[in-house]
């Protein structure tokens, strides 16, 4: 297993080199100079060639890669224009919302998607499978950002149960970073009512993201969970007088967790992205609205980070759901 | 906090009213509450985020927002006043050598927000450094100080001289505006200094101010929190907020609904649909006084617009009336040129077009432009440009000239039109929209007409030409006032009228919706998207 892992973490440097040569040549492709946007209308061609300089622009295009990707292994990303600091400075505040909202998001496709799957499994056909269809069908139909202004509308804008967007509320100030998720942070803080809060304003986002890989898990399982229960070694399980619990828990689902497994690793992909729909409509300052913003104002260094990090955090997870497998299925080895 | 010594810019001036000790009375009594209403918070809803503090570099009206309220100047612009200055860092100054030598005297007992005490020494290394660090913003007052280190001088501990070769009527508004010539902490930057920046790479996410109000909390595109600085020198008597909110919230909708419901206390950059929706609601104030912005549609001099009889056409066919009621709703008003109604060289009885289509028809015609010919905007997300351009399409239609429509982003939009690009591969139409720096017509000018502003070094993403405008914004920069207001309007006249360097759309009002119990808003024309929250109070 450890020759496993090895080769894994050896490919995932090779996926970031390959990340990192493609999205840096793509973005110096795009016809647009980006520091005489930084510098402005008024800027000298004096000022402008200091700034290129000084951000290094000014060198050839493969000089500038080596000096990124040495900076790269130092955990520096270069500078932003759009915020006029480090990248490394940003995705430390940017990434923690995202990973809060992601992991919120999980815990509800997992605590929801696989009873659900299993329900619907077992009584095919009941209300509880219909209800399941529909969310499947509109889960994997509707596309988040509308469904994202629709809970707004719903929830903010006609009941005022939840708030439109943000992490906390505009007067409140956040908790002592420690994690940087806000939730962990109050609560570690000690602090009840701002936890509360963070939970509050975590809902809305948290679901709507949720919402589409939830159809997908549950689908999954409910799929897994049907083709297992009509395998011989559950009828033998029924023979030996285990109970429906244990047999279905116990065995089928415990099979059908597999392929599941897989499809939940894919889908971190897909929370990945589709957080940046979900944080751009609900103001959730994460990495995915900064790469929208990047992108926006063609901050190269920016959407590179973006890129490279976000890649790195999915093959992680893949791999992660590799080990897992061990776990689940110990006929498997590596 | 009023200062006494309400000053008007006269170049030949050299005398002014002392600046009583009130002044300095209450900058001692700054420090303690008394007398001091505390009126809570206020929050602000904006569509930016501010991204870069340092005054020597820093352009994004989000970031000047945030340095008008933890930074001073040396002198402000008074209220709503485009010419009137006052004291503010400098509680007096005397002129001489025929308008050569400035000479100020800084006010004692001010802090930084970091503790340390200002001094002559602070406000040498501000000016300094805001030329000679070769920044963005370096070009204000390189246009008056070409040897900083050796024309502007500490003459004592609390005095600063400045020593020009030539008089200039500008350099006070210049040292009035907000964002370029603010006073920095020089100990804070100096040791912050990197590699020669000049404190720049602190500077940027760092206060180092003087103002009413310091920086408690950032959370970048999300939410800048200020609170009162309890040795603010202007003091804290009377009503004041005690903290500012400034909440990036980036859709007009989202920040209209944080007004309505109470969650927010100012917003502006609505749509006009929803000042006039919000103009009925109770608890709330709409204002819309007019700044000194103009919106455009520079034309590319090039093709089909090569002719000026064309690019008069254009203006001609334009329907002037059916932007400013109908699309923007009264929320804009007529421009007749780049010098917008509010600033020195405006020409009350300039030339005006009407809209005229069969006036337009014939002068394509002149132009040798026939009918079937495409011209082509480029455009990005703009309330007024985008009704805009769609207005002149349906117009050019009617006379059989097809107008394309192009939208992309806005950093896409000014990479092509700061960029290289020649202007046979510019669109036709770049629209635009400018404010000056200063009361002054030639800085407003001189970015987009002068043809040495063509890019990239420049906003004259036209490239106009004209020899006429060049010589006269030559003699502008240095005009004295009467010459200056003459060659201005001779100025508009060439570019609105005689030789069209574009398509001047619309002065947009710069609305705000308010709290109506909310007083003390002073909008001041050339401090756009800013807000001044020291004076405001319920």
Redesign the interface.
Request: glycine share 6%.
């Given at each position: 297993m450890t020759y496993f892992v090895a080769r894994r973490l050896a490919f995932l440097v090779l996926v970031l080199i390959g990340i990192s040569l493609i999205t840096f040549f793509l973005s110096h492709v795009?016809?647009?100079?980006?520091v005489?946007?930084f510098?402005?209308?008024?800027?000298?061609?004096?000022?402008?060639a200091?700034?290129k300089h000084q951000l290094g622009l000014d060198q050839p295009l493969w000089r500038q890669y080596l000096t990124y990707i040495g900076g790269i292994l130092h955990g520096d990303f270069g500078y932003s224009l759009?915020?006029?600091?480090p990248v490394s400075d940003?995705l430390r505040?940017?990434l923690p919302a995202t990973i809060e909202l992601t992991l919120a998001a999980i815990v509800l496709i997992l605590a929801i998607g696989i009873p659900l799957g299993v329900v619907s499994a077992v009584w095919p056909g009941s209300i509880v499978d219909q209800i399941a269809r529909v969310l499947t069908t509109t889960g994997v139909a509707i596309p988040a950002f509308w469904l994202g202004l629709m809970a707004q509308l719903v929830f903010?804008?006609l009941l005022g149960w939840l708030p439109?967007?943000?992490?906390l509320?505009?007067?409140a100030?956040?908790p002592p970073t420690v994690t940087g998720l806000y939730t962990v942070d109050s609560l570690l803080a000690g602090n009840l009512p701002l936890f509360a809060q963070s939970v509050v304003h975590l809902i809305l986002p948290a679901v709507i993201l949720a919402y589409g890989s939830l159809a997908v898990l549950t689908r999954q399982v409910r799929a897994g969970v049907l083709e297992a229960l009509t395998q011989e070694y559950v009828r033998t399980a029924r023979a030996k007088g285990l109970t429906r619990r244990r047999v279905v828990v116990g065995h089928a689902l415990r099979n059908a967790l597999v392929p599941a497994t897989t499809v939940m690793g894919l889908q971190i992909g897909y929370l990945l992205g589709g957080a940046l729909l979900v944080e751009d409509v609900f103001?959730w300052?994460g990495i995915g609205?900064?790469a929208t913003?990047a992108t926006?104002?063609?901050d190269y260094n920016a959407v590179m980070a973006v890129t490279i990090v976000a890649a790195g955090i999915y093959v992680v997870v893949n791999l992660a759901v590799d080990l897992f497998y061990l776990v689940l299925d110990p006929r498997i080895t590596y | 906090m009023i200062l006494a010594g309400v000053l008007a810019v006269n170049p030949v001036t050299i005398s002014h009213a002392a600046i009583s000790s009130v002044s300095h009375a209450l900058s001692r009594a700054g420090s303690t509450p008394h007398g001091f209403v505390n009126q809570g918070t206020v929050t602000l809803a904006t569509d930016g985020s501010a991204a870069d503090l340092d005054p020597a570099s820093e352009e994004l009206a989000s970031s000047d927002l945030i340095d008008r309220n933890i930074g001073n100047t040396l002198v402000d612009l008074k209220g709503s006043s485009v010419s009137q200055v006052v004291p503010s860092l400098a509680t007096s100054w005397h002129i001489s050598n025929g308008g050569k030598r400035y000479v100020f005297n800084i006010r004692k007992g001010v802090y930084f927000h970091s503790g340390n005490l200002l001094t002559s020494a602070d406000v040498v290394y501000s000016l300094v450094r805001t030329i000679k660090a070769g920044l963005t913003n370096s070009y204000l007052l390189s246009r008056f100080i070409s040897n900083p280190t050796k024309q502007i001088r500490s003459t004592g501990k609390y005095t600063v001289e400045i020593d020009l070769k030539h008089p200039q009527q500008f350099l006070l508004p210049a040292l009035a505006d907000s964002y370029v010539c603010m006073i920095v902490d020089s100990k804070t930057l100096k040791a912050h200094q990197v590699k020669g920046d000049w404190g720049h790479a602190w500077a940027t996410s760092h206060d180092v101010g003087t103002g009413p109000y310091t920086i408690k909390s950032w959370q970048h595109n999300q939410q800048i929190t200020l609170v009162r600085f309890p040795k603010y020198w202007g003091g804290w008597n009377g009503k004041h907020f005690s903290k500012v909110i400034i909440q990036t919230v980036p859709e007009s909708s989202s920040r209209r609904e944080l007004l309505e419901r109470g969650n927010a206390d100012v917003t502006f950059d609505l749509t006009p649909q929803d000042f006039q929706a919000m103009k009925k609601e109770k608890g709330l104030k709409v204002v819309q006084p007019y700044g000194t912005e103009v919106d455009y549609m520079q034309y590319t001099e090039y093709g089909p617009l090569k002719s000026p009889y064309a690019r008069q056409a254009i203006s001609y066919a334009f329907d002037y009336n059916a932007l400013i009621n109908g699309a923007m709703k009264g929320y804009a008003r007529r421009a007749n040129g780049p010098i917008p109604h509010v600033l020195l060289g405006y020409n009350p009885h300039g030339f005006q077009y009407q809209t005229n289509l069969t006036k337009a028809k014939q002068l394509f015609q002149k132009a040798g432009v026939k009918p079937g010919t495409t011209l082509t905007i480029d455009e990005y997300p703009s309330t007024d440009l985008d009704a805009a351009a769609e207005i002149l399409q349906a117009q050019l239609a009617q006379i059989g000239i097809k107008l394309q429509i192009k939208q992309m982003t806005e950093a896409t939009y000014n990479g092509i039109l700061y960029g290289s690009e020649p202007p046979s591969k510019r669109p036709s139409l770049m629209p635009f929209g400018w404010w000056p720096d200063f009361n002054d017509p030639y800085d407003m000018a001189v970015t987009l007409v002068d043809s040495h502003s063509a890019p990239p070094t420049g906003a004259n993403g036209g490239f106009y030409k004209d020899a006429r405008v060049d010589a006269l914004l030559n003699q502008m920069e240095t005009a004295p006032r009467a010459k200056l207001i003459a060659d201005a309007h001779k100025l508009q006249d060439i570019v609105t009228r005689q030789d069209p360097a574009a398509l001047w759309v619309c002065e947009p009002a710069q609305a705000s919706v308010l709290r109506s119990n909310l007083k003390g808003y002073v909008f001041n024309p050339l401090e756009l998207q800013t807000y001044n929250f020291y004076p405001m109070h319920h």
């Open positions: 795009v016809p647009a100079d980006p005489r946007l510098a402005g209308p008024r800027a000298s061609p004096a000022t402008i200091l700034l759009l915020s006029h600091r940003d505040d940017y903010f804008d439109e967007g943000g992490r509320a505009a007067n100030s956040p103001s300052p609205r900064y913003l926006l104002a063609l | -």
